[in-house]
């Protein structure tokens, strides 16, 4: 299987061989990296951090909080000797985001059941609606 530091230069080497794509150096396309099972590091992380929290709803994209995930994200990638993916972004790439995300919201049980509280999936629309905001299609709010 090829690690996600293997998956991430693959498709930038792909991206980059496409005509079109390039302007100024860097990849037009936006991307989104998703860190899934965010759930197995919730208790690691400290107070206040955005990974604890569900961001709030609207009728448009909220960019403060999508940066606060993208920082707390960055942080975790460099503390979990992943800066390779944090340097690949930054030289290859004009537009892209980090996200941490859970599928069920929690932990599995012991058994790999299902928390007893149901599966509550935990910022998996993150992604896709920031992608859509990059499009054009959503709305968002103001970048600090």
């Known amino acids: 299987a090829a690690s ?8 930038t080497e792909l991206l980059l061989d496409q005509p079109g794509v390039v302007s100024d150096g860097r990849i037009k396309v936006p991307i989104a990296v998703v860190i899934t099972k965010i759930d197995e590091v919730r208790d690691t992380l400290d107070r206040g951090n955005p990974l604890l929290t569900e961001p709030e709803r609207g009728k448009v994209f909220d960019t403060a909080d999508s940066m606060d995930v993208h920082m707390a994200m960055s942080k975790l990638l460099r503390e979990w000797d992943g800066a390779a993916i944090n ?3 930054e030289k290859h790439y004009h537009s892209y985001r980090l996200f941490g995300v859970s599928a069920l ?5 012991t058994d790999n059941g299902v928390d007893s509280a ?3 999936p ?3 629309a993150d992604p896709f609606v ?12 103001k970048q600090k």
């Open 105 to 109: 919201g929690r932990r599995p049980t």
């Open 4 to 11: 996600p530091l293997d998956s991430l230069s693959g498709v």
């Open 87 to 89: 340097q690949i972004l």
């Open 118 to 120: 149901g599966i509550q």
């Open 122 to 124: 935990f910022r998996v």
């Open 130 to 141: 920031w992608l859509l905001s990059e499009l054009g299609a959503v709305g968002r709010t």
